[in-house]
């Protein structure tokens, strides 16, 4: 019944209520508690880690790029290269398969191997295409 009496009084006097905030007064008005400026300590801590500049960094290839030196089946798959990164790797396979139409007519997902992809493939008839990257790994030394 208060409520309603409430609801009804600011019909009568004109002002506005709102059912879903209380209304602001000196009492209820807090100040929030000082927190450390977590901005600045994250800027130092990445100031202070022992990340290398740029001059001091060596050139040269890294990661997938970086040639590797491959197995006896990997090398004669590629025709006796001893060293080579593994996009280029990738992309003899790729070019092996179409070159001989080896994907699957009705799936091109998938690969149909023939000799030469059977023995760097671990001797597996069909291959999708995602697991030709982990099939290689075992063939960079």
């Not at 009084?9 to 400026?37: C, I, M, Q």
């Not at 760097?120 to 960079?140: N, Q, S």
């Amino acid at each position: 019944m208060a409520m309603s009496m409430g609801f009804l009084s600011g019909f009568v006097t004109g002002e506005t209520t709102s059912f879903f905030k209380p209304p602001v007064t000196a009492s209820s008005v807090r100040t929030a508690p000082s927190l450390p400026n977590l901005q600045t300590s994250r800027a130092v801590a990445v100031s202070a880690s022992s990340k290398p500049s740029a001059e001091t960094k060596k050139p040269g290839l890294r990661g997938i790029m970086k040639p590797r030196r491959v197995s006896p089946e990997m090398q004669a798959f590629l025709g006796g290269v001893s060293e080579i990164p593994r996009t280029q790797i990738i992309k003899a396979v790729w070019d092996h398969i179409k070159k001989h139409d080896l994907q699957d007519p009705t799936n091109k997902k998938i690969v149909v191997c023939d000799e030469k992809l059977k023995k760097i493939f671990g001797g597996r008839d069909r291959v999708g295409f995602l697991e030709i990257a982990g099939l290689i790994a075992p063939h960079l030394l």
